[in-house]
């Protein structure tokens, strides 16, 4: 089993940053990729980003390519994901997941969510 915690979450004004990590234990194994998902009232939950804890392979969503990052700490199983230049759509539950294949289609691990709130 493999947990995952997240932190970081809160409230921002429009334009300002924040930077969300999350914290994977359990029975891991090297390929595996982590990241982020996000789920705002009433909509779908949308991809924000995946990076490969082996490689360091990054991919994005479309909405916030440029502004979001993700970096990887493999020493302790952590990533973040620093998220500049923040919108109020960005406002969201955002999910942290993990997929031990790797491809991230359907990440097998979900942390609990963590509420970020932009105001305009």
């Known amino acids: 089993q493999v947990q995952l915690v997240e932190t970081g979450g809160g409230m921002v004004q429009a334009g300002g940053s924040l930077r969300l990590s999350c914290a994977a234990s359990g029975r891991l194994v090297s390929t595996y990729t982590m990241g982020w998902f996000r789920q705002a009232p009433g909509k779908e939950r949308e991809f924000v980003g995946v990076i490969g804890m082996n490689n360091g392979t990054e991919h994005y969503g479309a909405s916030v390519k440029g502004r979001f990052t993700i ?30 294949t790797g491809s991230f289609r359907y990440p097998t691990y979900w942390g609990r969510g963590t509420q970020v709130t932009v105001s305009s």
Do not use: G
């Open 71 to 100: 970096a990887r700490d493999n020493a302790n199983d952590t990533i973040f994901l620093q998220m500049n230049s923040l919108k109020p759509e960005d406002t969201a539950v955002y999910y942290c997941a993990l997929d031990p």
